[in-house]
């Protein structure tokens, strides 16, 4: 069950991290309440599924990256493998299983086209991988959606 002071933190975290040495001092002050209790409710959060993570998000297309949106048809028995082998990567993001004949994708970020080229023929190459399909985006849209909790 959320209390309100989880609502104003997860209000505030979602747009506001403070970026210093030690942000959830900043947080603290910010909630007239201390660090250890801010570090204690964020890891609640965490533990209780509220939150996946705490970090920034960059532009990629600032930084260069190019992205594509994957689908696998991986066989049964072989997905848990598959999807640890994906997350090896450290432009491999968004990794889920859905139903259908694609039953797993993902998202990856590389620098380069030869580098993309690399990482999917590994995939492809992995035991358990029958279909590789490569949606290479052409144009972003992206959609900053927050949750204003009351």
């Known amino acids: 069950m959320l ?20 942000p959830f001092l900043e947080l603290a002050k910010i909630l007239e309440t201390t660090e250890d209790h801010v570090i204690e409710r964020l890891r609640y959060l965490k533990e209780h599924g509220y939150i996946r993570r705490i970090g920034p998000f960059f532009d990629s297309g600032k ?9 696998l048809k991986v066989k049964e028995g072989y997905m848990q493998q598959v999807a640890e082998f994906i997350n090896r990567y450290p432009g491999a993001t968004h990794n889920y299983e ?12 590389t620098h380069s086209e ?13 035991e358990g ?6 949606l290479v985006s052409n144009k972003k849209y992206k959609i900053n959606v927050q949750f204003k909790l009351k």
């Open 114 to 126: 030869e580098k993309r080229k690399q990482i999917l023929d590994e995939i492809k190459a992995q």
């Open 98 to 109: 859905r139903e259908g004949e694609y039953n797993l994708w993902f998202t990856l970020l």
């Open 63 to 71: 930084l260069e990256y190019k992205g594509t949106l994957v689908a």
């Open 3 to 22: 209390t309100n002071f989880d609502k104003s933190l997860l209000n505030i975290i979602q747009r506001n991290l403070p970026i210093s040495e030690r």
């Open 129 to 134: 991988v029958e279909k590789l399909m490569n």
